[in-house]
């Protein structure tokens, strides 16, 4: 079945440095890839979102990278600051039965 | 986009009892699902919830204990049945526009149950 892979589970680093996550994906027919952020007590939110035929996606701090022959996209987020302190989640789209699967997810801690 | 309504916002139960949650989109989706999320953990997919049909379930979920009803494209319900405590947990709904292609899926605030 589908199933999508996250690390790491937790991440600290200072206030201004870049902090990366990886996530592998099983599903050949996936074709849409977005992260969420979690902050506690919240619902998740879309932070950014890579289609299966682009490699690369950026916004501002965030970016997002995509090997789909590897089955593997990553999260990028450069200067960080205290207040990207949360929960993010990958998660891997399914083109064949339309679900949304997430990974396990990983606690980001941004010290000042 | 799509705001989604979720209510309630938490409930304590008593075991052996059952709560429905009710998931209010606020305008047509194509796709809608169910979540379950443990304090601390991440999100597992309970089940698409399918417009005017049974619920499609994931492995370990079943409808007798999960029963969903989608009567239209903006409303769906999930029934937490016979509860026990390990049933204690979140609930999510989430909605989307696009089935295939895939786009941004939408989140309920989350119904927080707890049951003693």
């Known amino acids: 079945g589908e199933n999508v892979e996250q690390h790491p589970s937790t991440l600290s680093v200072q206030e201004g440095d870049s902090a990366v996550i990886k996530c592998t994906y099983s599903d050949s027919a996936s074709n849409y890839f977005p992260w969420y952020k979690q902050e506690l007590g919240k619902r998740p939110q879309l932070i950014i979102d890579?289609?299966?035929?682009?490699g690369e996606k950026k916004d501002q701090r965030i970016a997002v990278t995509l090997n789909k022959t590897a089955k593997h996209f990553s999260l990028h987020i450069t200067e960080t600051q205290p207040e990207d302190s949360a929960v993010y989640f990958c998660?891997?789209?399914?083109?064949?039965?339309?679900?949304?699967?997430f990974g396990q997810g990983t606690t980001l801690q941004v010290k000042p | 986009s799509a705001v989604i309504s979720q209510k309630p916002s938490r409930d304590i139960c008593q075991r052996g009892t059952s709560l429905t949650i009710q998931c209010q989109v606020d305008s047509q989706v194509t796709m809608m699902f169910w979540y379950r999320q443990q304090p601390g953990q991440s999100l597992t997919l309970i089940a698409t919830a399918n417009q005017g049909s049974e619920a499609t379930y994931e492995s370990g979920f079943v409808i007798d204990k999960f029963p969903i009803s989608r009567p239209n494209l903006t409303f769906s319900t999930l029934t937490v049945s016979n509860m026990s405590p390990e049933d204690s947990s979140i609930y999510l709904c989430s909605a989307s526009h696009m089935a295939l292609e895939g786009t941004e899926a939408f989140f309920g605030q989350g119904t927080r149950l707890t049951v003693v």
């Open positions: 890579i289609r299966s035929n682009v």
């Open positions: 998660a891997a789209h399914s083109g064949n039965t339309g679900k949304l699967i």
